[in-house]
């Protein structure tokens, strides 16, 4: 007891301490800062509890083709972006004197309006999932702590808001690199009792190939499923790998790139920690089909492991890497709405009461939402991250990777995506709609794919009208600027 009082006292204490590596900073700045916080604070950011929790849930029930979403998220999610967006984001936001990633699209395609409509946008989706992120963390905490659920909500919510209130963007980014270390440290320690005790990697694989098919992997567990199943994991993979480029928390970590040349570190540790947390999760979680009883849940697989399989001190190690995959998550999430809130709605640089004001707006409507059971708390929080990445992404890689701007076809682009896929979940997605208006094979097409469907043919047809944007616009900045 009193060793695992130390463990959480300690992270508490790093935890406050790095928050005030921000003291003193401007909320927007992020100062000079290495490449290997940059780095841990990419994947923090990146992974949540969601995808070490939920995914490695699923992965026990479709088996070692969950490892394509791991291959996507590392190559399609970290490789591409730092190869052709990471640094191209950073000249533009220094060209245009961009503070927040909303700045920049509206700065960038010339159109203030457009920038307080995605601030609404960000302010409101990105809190509300804010609450789904915080409620997991608070879940975890709750298997260790005889605390009610919804007091562990509001605490976390509140712990969230002050980190970013005292430490800005800078104290976020330290933390999240503490959190990236302590989410590395609990998966590597899962990893290992998993391994023991299947028998090593290769005869776990022989023996998951003895396993007949299920319905999730009907071509055995180590081999993409046919029809439905293996689209799915298809449409994961693009998801999550693809709408992230868009994601304004993800956007804003490219501020802090000094120089091309940070990039090449970078690159490699970021892919690297991201293989072990999401690979390593999602390869020992199909394993341990050979160790667990038939679980009724995917939620239920991980810690279900973690109870079997590891002793006191890493059962509190590995609630600490889940909480840290979710408070990582979260602080980013609250950085860009406060943001919103206190800066670019009202069009000025944000004050100390602004940014409290922000603050005290999202700790509300994160911790109010994780509370409340309703279908739309729920719509908000399962899609947040495929209609922002369908308003956003195009506009986004036409302005830093083209140098294209143009306020007619990004308001096309960023109208026609949010709406194509907000209504979609509402008209066709099964897991949002219980009966889908438009049937059960357009049920199959991911509403991320509709949205960006559509947000290109926007961004084209907007293109084609704006005569005087296509003169003005020349392939600024150049990629490798």
């Known amino acids: 007891m009193f060793g695992d009082a130390l463990i959480w006292l300690g992270y508490i204490a790093v935890f406050i301490w790095l928050a005030r590596k921000g003291r003193g900073h401007d909320a927007m700045a992020t100062g000079r800062v290495g490449f290997v916080i940059q780095a841990l604070a990419y994947v923090a950011t ?19 083709q969950m490892l394509l979403v791991a291959a996507g998220n590392v190559w399609l999610g970290t490789w591409l972006v730092y190869r052709y967006l990471a640094w191209p984001t950073r000249v533009c936001q220094r060209n245009l004197q961009a503070r927040t990633p909303t700045q920049l699209i509206a700065k960038g395609h010339k159109s203030p309006l457009l920038g307080k409509a995605l601030a609404l946008i960000f302010a409101v989706f990105l809190g509300v999932y804010a609450s789904a992120v915080i409620k997991g963390a608070a879940l975890m905490l709750a298997q260790i702590l005889p605390v009610p659920v919804w007091a562990l909500i ?98 804003q970590r490219h501020f802090a790139l000094n120089s091309p040349r940070q990039i ?145 076809a990004a308001w096309l682009s960023c109208g026609l995506g949010f709406a194509s896929c907000l209504l979609w979940y509402l008209l066709a997605n099964k897991g949002v709609s219980p009966t889908p208006v438009l049937g059960m094979q357009a049920a199959l097409i991911p509403p991320f794919f509709v949205g960006i469907a559509f947000s290109l043919m926007g961004w084209f047809i907007g293109w084609a009208l704006d005569r005087e944007g296509r003169k003005a616009s020349t392939f600024w900045p150049a990629p490798n600027a």
């Open 264 to 408: 090449n570190r970078i690159t490699p540790l970021a892919m690297l920690v991201l293989t072990v947390l999401v690979g390593g999760t999602y390869f020992v979680a199909a394993l341990s089909r050979l160790i667990l009883p038939d679980v009724a849940s995917a939620d239920d697989v991980v810690p279900h492991l973690v109870k079997m399989l590891m002793p006191d001190v890493g059962l509190q190690l590995f609630v600490l890497a889940i909480v840290s995959a979710s408070l990582s998550t979260a602080t980013a999430l609250f950085h860009i709405a406060v943001s919103a809130i206190a800066e670019d709605l009202p069009g000025r640089p944000a004050t100390r009461f602004s940014w409290f004001i922000g603050i005290v707006f999202c700790v509300l409507i994160s911790g109010g939402s994780a509370q409340i059971k309703g279908q739309l708390i729920a719509l908000l929080c399962t899609t947040s991250w495929s209609i922002v990445g369908a308003t956003v992404l195009t506009s986004y890689v036409a302005l830093v990777r083209f140098g294209k701007r143009s306020p007619i």
């Open 154 to 251: 509001w605490i976390a919510a509140v712990v969230v808001g002050v980190v970013v209130f005292i430490g800005g963007l800078r104290g976020v980014l330290y933390t999240e690199a503490m959190q990236g270390i302590v989410m590395l440290v609990g998966i590597v320690l899962l990893i290992g009792a998993v391994l023991s005790k299947v028998g090593g990697p290769i005869e776990g694989m022989a023996q998951l190939a003895q396993l007949p098919p299920t319905p999730m992997a009907n071509a055995g567990f180590l081999a993409l499923s046919s029809g439905e199943q293996g689209w799915f994991i298809i449409s994961l993979v693009m998801v999550t790998s693809v709408a992230v480029w868009a994601q304004p928390q993800m956007m």
């Open 46 to 64: 990146y992974i949540s509890a969601v995808a070490l929790v939920g995914f490695g849930g699923l992965s026990y029930m479709y088996g070692m």
